[in-house]
């Protein structure tokens, strides 16, 4: 075996722990006899937390760790809750580790010294870090060596003057002449073994997109000492900081000061948008969407997507082709601090419109061009760095209008506009979204008139209504419960809707007696009436419930969860009818219903059979043709599965999603929980073969008992056109969770 005796060394390595800043170094005294094992391979293990959260949740203080070079189970079970996952590091090993022998000052003393080879390789370093022959340790031989203090001080002197191009150059370097290590799991971890002993350049080449700064640069010495001096470790653990921001996002509104002639209280850039706005049908509202990018400090840390999905409720709709994007170097977006005006002529962004359905959709995305400008243009100046780093750090302002229909929402429920803005960096396997909304209300009058002596003839009242403020008569329809929706303005009082009045407060006390009543809007009442009750924490009892539900979820049996989530991931806009049992709540619970009306169900009716007709009818009123979903029990589909012959006929498209248990699910969960096991009246014994009936009603099916065959029966299901039986059969003992018994309280709820 080949060794090394030593009695003096310098050793690498980066700031790896928290709070540790400098270069970890043992004082050559305290290893009076160390031998390195030459023929032994060496290891690093890398875990990315996210200490810019750790610190904020008080996890972390001053001087909590020291880096060692070995694992820490207190670090790694401290930050578990903080790991990033899908971040990449590469190497380069770019010295040999060399003894160097001499006597100084009358004392044998042996040096361990860093070769650099010579080669392309190590020119494109030495050029990255403006290191030179001159600055090599002079042996006797003149062999170009380096001690660590020369190498750190080269480093860090370039991190700390520029640092930006400082890593691109280092990055550029080490993908040409380096080593990806794996993509960091779920806890943060990576790893690379079976490494020969030498100096490592390590650079962090991709990060997920919630990253905003890079890990610096580091060198690594394998094997490296350990703290004491006294040993020499070979398989090294860091722990490399970074650092942790989003974008952020903003959506306002506020009418049109063009359309309307307002000044809105001021003329400034974003003065009197709000995240509420008040108008009428006709009227032009103005949006704006803020966002403010985190800092890019590296190509690693470059935005390779950053598109929005912006979504109008019916009762508004997009102007086309005017959405103009600015860009500010701080959050204030004064005039003074506009870099760049960009429009969708420039090319930097294109703008697609769809619908889905009643509601409009718009998409801006950045293209290409407008990713290269946003990420290495010289717009914004960094004086704390001396460096141009795009648009990093800028406020992005997008402005675009709508127009008010003449079918809004009324009232205090409002058109919600909501927007989601989707963002990667360099990490294209990796994005996240960020969501905010506003929302634009129409409102009417609500009258009530009243006759002292209750024998008034209210159909004799009428009015009409003017607004003083816009100055015009109101035009106005009624529907079929009497409210008068407004439709327009008329000039002239001749031209004026006339109003008629009726009766509200009949309703009280008219089938139920009441202690107290109260008339109103609900919404409103209701907000009221909350505003008066303390407000109750219970994230506690959410994380125990969550908890709860995950542990008694199966990953291994073929279950309702599954079988309802792999529904929605194929077809999640698919319209959904239920019949009663325990089908109808584990499609409540697991089934994630997109927009309203998605879900038609009887609720706690208890209308065995139901939804079958159900489905039906929303299937063959889709002028679209559309398929609609049925998920049912294989008890409930039984009480009216004859009107499969009507299905047939007309050729409406139902996919019947059978959950046969062969049991009367919901109620043999009861007699299982509550009666001690003591059936009577639930087993199905007799049922038909639902897929062979399905075929004698010239429809198609399937029987399914695993994901596999689940996930072909739906898309034949889709693709077919016709109506089509999925007959699922899961265990007869499944069970709906959690579940609260007769008489008892919601907090009262089983599990078993």
């Known amino acids: 075996m080949k060794t090394k005796r030593l009695t003096k060394f310098g050793a690498v390595l980066s700031a790896a722990l928290v709070l540790l800043s400098g270069i970890l170094s043992v004082s050559a005294a ?26 904020a949740d008080g996890v972390l203080g001053d001087n909590t760790y020291i880096s060692t070079g070995y694992a820490d189970e207190n670090v790694e079970n401290t930050l578990m809750p903080y790991a990033i996952e899908g971040v990449v590091f590469s190497y380069a090993k770019i010295a040999d580790l060399a003894v160097h022998a001499e006597t100084k000052d009358g004392e044998h003393q042996n040096m361990l010294l860093y070769k650099l080879p010579s080669g392309d390789k190590t020119t494109a370093l030495m050029n990255c870090l403006d290191l030179t022959s001159e600055d090599a340790y002079k042996t006797d031989r003149g062999d170009l060596y380096f001690t660590s203090d020369t190498l750190i001080d080269a480093l860090s002197d370039h991190l700390n003057t520029a640092e930006s191009q400082t890593k691109n150059a280092l990055e550029v370097f080490i993908r040409q002449n380096g080593t990806s290590m794996p993509e960091a799991d779920g806890t943060g971890h990576t790893s690379a073994a079976e490494l020969e002993q030498g100096l490592y350049l390590f650079v962090e080449t991709q990060v997920p997109e919630t990253v905003s700064n890079t890990t610096a640069p580091f060198l690594l010495s394998l094997p490296m000492t350990s703290i004491d001096g006294m040993n020499w470790n070979y398989d090294v653990t860091v722990y490399p900081k970074n650092e942790r921001t989003a974008p952020t996002l903003e959506k306002t509104l506020r009418e049109s000061k063009a359309d309307t002639g307002k000044n809105n209280g001021t003329d400034s850039i974003t003065d009197g948008y709000a995240h509420t706005a008040t108008g009428s049908i006709g009227d032009v509202i103005e949006y704006q969407i803020l966002s403010t ?32 994007m600015e860009w500010f170097s701080d959050k204030s977006c004064t005039e003074e601090s506009r870099v760049a005006v960009w429009t969708e002529q420039d090319g930097k962004f294109a703008v697609s419109y769809s ?7 718009m998409r801006i995305k950045m293209t290409d061009a407008g990713l290269e400008e946003l990420n290495n243009s010289d717009a914004v100046y960094d004086p704390n760095t001396s460096l141009y780093r795009g648009y990093s750090g800028c406020t ?17 429920i409002g058109n919600p506009n909501e927007v989601t803005l989707t963002w990667s960096r360099t990490n294209t396997a990796y994005s996240n979204n960020l969501t905010d909304d506003c929302h634009f209300y129409v409102y009417g009058l609500d009258l009530l008139k009243l006759f002292s002596d209750n024998l008034g003839d209210y159909s004799k009242v009428q009015f009409k209504l003017y607004n003083t403020t816009d100055g015009y008569w109101v035009t106005a329809n009624s529907d079929d419960n009497g409210n008068y929706l407004v439709s327009g303005h008329a000039e002239s009082e001749d031209d004026a809707s006339v109003l008629t009045p009726g009766i509200d407060r009949a309703e009280i006390n008219k089938n139920v007696s009441t ?46 969860r599954k079988i309802l989530r792999q529904m929605a991931a194929i077809a999640p806009e698919i319209t959904v009818a239920t019949d009663v049992g325990q089908h109808q709540m584990w499609t409540a619970q697991h089934f994630p219903f997109l927009h309203p009306r998605q879900l038609i169900t009887s609720g ?49 498209p139902v996919i019947v999603v059978i959950f046969n248990n062969g049991t009367l699910g919901m109620v ?36 399914v008992r695993n994901q596999q065959e689940l996930e072909e029966a739906i898309q034949e299901a889709l693709q ?28 009262e709820f089983m599990l078993n």
């Open 720 to 747: 077919c056109g016709h109506g089509y039986i999925i007959d699922c059969m899961i265990d007869i003992d499944e069970k709906v969770r959690p579940m609260v018994g007769g008489g008892s309280h919601i907090t």
């Open 668 to 703: 043999r969960q009861w007699q299982t929980l509550i009666y001690d096991k003591h059936y009577e009246a639930t087993t199905l014994d007799r049922a038909p073969d639902f897929v062979k009936l399905a075929e004698a009603y010239g429809l198609s099916g399937r029987r």
């Open 396 to 412: 992005m302002r997008i402005t675009y209008t709508a127009s008010v229909s003449d079918t809004p929402v009324y009232g205090d």
């Open 30 to 55: 305290s290893v009076p006899q160390a031998v390195i094992d030459t023929d032994r391979k060496a290891s690093v293990s890398l875990y990315k937390y996210d200490f810019t959260s750790a610190h």
């Open 604 to 652: 706690g009716l208890g209308t065995m059979g139901f939804g079958l007709g159900a489905a039906m009818g929303a299937a063959a009123s889709d002028p679209a043709g559309r398929p609609v979903a049925l998920v049912t029990g294989d008890g409930s589909f039984r009480m009216n599965l004859t009107e499969l012959s009507t299905i047939g006929y007309y050729n409406i």
């Open 293 to 324: 990018l985190p800092s890019i400090t590296s190509r690693a840390t470059s935005f390779s997507e950053y598109t929005y999905t912006d979504t109008l409720s019916a009762g508004l709709s997009y102007r086309k082709n005017d959405v103009r």
């Open 355 to 361: 619908t889905l359905g009643d509601e409009s959709v």
């Open 515 to 560: 202690t107290l009543h109260i008339t109103g809007d609900a919404r409103v009442v209701l907000e009221l009436l909350l505003s008066r009750v303390a407000q109750k924490a219970n994230g506690q009892w959410m994380q125990q419930a969550r908890s709860m539900m995950e542990e008694y979820l199966s990953d291994e049996l073929f279950e309702p």
